[in-house]
């Protein structure tokens, strides 16, 4: 095992949120067993200089922003009906 301390942080983007059984972000929260993982994440090329680590998106966040991504799923699929 290794411990990164963090200093940088980087801005990322994806297509979405997504249930993991390997990733450790909000296990347990969504669903026993998995966690969350950024669907063909990307590294936009900026270096978010003007926030810390302490500033980065926490585990809770995307928790949240994967239960609005879902929502608006089903939302979009009882609109189709």
């Known amino acids: 095992d290794v411990w990164v301390n ?3 942080v980087l801005e990322i983007i994806g297509a979405e949120i997504t249930l993991s059984p390997t990733h450790t972000c909000g296990r347990d929260a969504v669903k ?3 966690g969350l993982a950024i669907r063909f994440p990307r590294y936009t090329g900026r270096l978010r200089d003007d926030k810390g680590p302490e500033d980065a ?3 809770e966040e995307i928790i949240a922003m994967y239960n609005r991504q879902l929502k608006r799923v089903e939302t979009k699929a ?3 009906r």
């Open 57 to 59: 998106t926490t585990s």
């Open 32 to 34: 026993p067993g998995h």
């Open 6 to 8: 963090p200093k940088i």
């Open 78 to 80: 009882v609109e189709e």
